[in-house]
Structures are given as structure tokens and as C-alpha cells.
């Protein structure tokens, strides 16, 4: 990773906790053995589900933590649960065939298990794990 110290360009090493995410994923298969490949979480399914939401909202900027710090990025449309006990934006981002939400709390795997139930689908860790 390179950073800029206010002088020059600085080669730096990220520790494994920078890598360290409380992952959920909302999926039909398994993620070891290449998620949904046979019955995927579509766009377009994904996108119906989240607009029947009444607290999810499609957004163009999201919370991002950089190696800088945390800070507010434009980004393509993002689905995010607004009903967060913090008052924050949850992404709940469609990647290929499954939802992956990162740094998943309590209250943000509780609304991923009842968002689940509409999906046909169920909530895993990184591990295939139920949540």
C-alpha cells in the first residue's frame, strides 16, 4: 500500500485486522463452493426486493473506511437498510450472485435474516456458517 505523509509517497504495510471484516452474506448456496451458481440472487430479483422495503433507501455515496481514515465516497447505486439503531446507512452491497455486508452487527443480521425469508434465501458468515 502506498500513502502520501504530507511529503512523499511512503510504501506502507496494512496489518491482517485492516482485512478483518464481520462479513454476512445473503445467499441460496454456499460460499465455498462458489455461492449461488446454481440459483443466484439476481439484480434485477435484488433490486425488486429492496424497492418493496420501506427502509431501504438507493444510494450514491457511502461511508468507505480508507487508509486515511473514514470518509463519505460517491459510488454507483448502492442498496442501504436506514433503519440502523446508529442512524447510519447500512450498504448492503449485490456482488454477482450474492448480498455481502460488511462489518455485520446484531441489528444488521437480524434485518438480514428477515430480508432472507423474501429472498428464498439464508444469511452465512464467511465460513458458511449461519448467522
Known sequence: MYEWDG??????????????WNQRFLTRGTWASGMNARAPIRAEEWAQAVAA?????????????????????????????????????????????????????????RRMVALASTLAAKVVDDDDQPA
Open 53 to 109: 422495503q420501506p427502509d431501504f433507501e438507493m444510494m450514491t455515496r457511502i461511508e468507505a473506511t480508507l487508509p486515511s481514515g473514514a470518509r463519505w465516497i460517491t459510488c454507483p447505486p448502492v442498496a442501504c437498510w436506514s433503519g440502523h439503531t446508529s442512524g447510519r446507512p447500512i450498504p448492503f452491497f449485490h456482488d454477482r450472485d450474492v448480498i455481502e455486508v460488511r462489518d455485520a452487527d446484531e441489528p444488521t443480521i
Open 7 to 20: 511529503e512523499q509517497v511512503v510504501d506502507g504495510e496494512r496489518g491482517p485486522e485492516a482485512f478483518e
